[in-house]
């Protein structure tokens, strides 16, 4: 098996050409790591949170080094959509990377009108409904930690584009499962999940809270099978495209979430410790499906087999 091996995904309409995408916040507007990393390489590039205007952020400091991950809260520092369009979206064309735009609104309208100057733009293959960012008051949290605030922002979206639209998950609730089904039910193509989970750090010496907006988001490695038992209960309540993320570090990472349910996944925080990453992780995947005779890794996707642990599950 090889040349016939095929890695290209489907998120609704949208065709990937691999399952690997990065993440938002983690690989700027793409642009800047366009001299590292060849972007038509990858499934797609998910640009950092756009406002409809600009945004300074959060003071520093803003992120820290946690145990097997980091918290940040950044605070969605962005350039808006109108100087991302005329300013990053060019190049990224140029560069023939699938362009998935996370937007964030501080109302419904706001989500609403960035949806509506980006299906005006060529070049944007989907939209990424950030309702999950935990670092701000009003960054999406008002409408991805409620069910009715989720359905009403993806209907009200729904109804103005039709780029592929991604409601982007918050970890932050008891019932992940619920909030993909509001998002299925209001017309979502697929969901992502998960965002950052909210926490926090302290420096006993001095007492104060290790980064200027006092509580952050947890990303990396520390999170991931959390995220993963999340990708699994969401699929089976949804019959969508679900795009799995949360402390992918190696093709392993991204397989595991694709056999618990994930049709492509994200990578975010391992990106800053190695920007080489990708390659790496699309010759993983291409060696996993050699080595267990899978020509197309769609095929891996909500694999999971539970015989074993059901029977340990029955007998205790
Ligand atoms: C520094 C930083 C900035 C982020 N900014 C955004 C953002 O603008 N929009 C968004 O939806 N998620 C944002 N995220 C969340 C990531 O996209 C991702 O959901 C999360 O970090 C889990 O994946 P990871 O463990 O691979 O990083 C950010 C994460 C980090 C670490």
Known sequence: MGAEMDLSVRIGALTLKNPLIAA???FGYGVEYADLVDLASLGGVAVKGLFLAEREGHPSPRIVETPAGMLNAIGLQGIGVRRFIFEKLPELRARRATVIVNICGSTLDEYVEISRILSDAEGVAAIELNISCPNIK???????CSLTGTFDVVSAVRKVTRLPLIPKLTPNVTDVASFARASADAGADAVSLVNTFLAMAIDVETRRPKISNVVGGLSGPAIRPIAVRMVYECRQAVKIPIIGMGGITDARDAIEFMIAGATAVQVGTANFVDPFIWPKLIDGI??????????????????LDTAAGDKEWTAS
Do not use: K, P, W
Request: neutral net charge; proline residues 0%; hydrophobic residues 30%.
């Open 24 to 26: 938002s916040g983690c």
């Open 138 to 144: 009003e960054g999406g949290m008002q409408f991805g």
């Open 286 to 303: 291409s060696d996993y499906m050699r080595r267990h005779q899978i020509a197309r890794v769609a095929d891996l996707v909500g694999t």
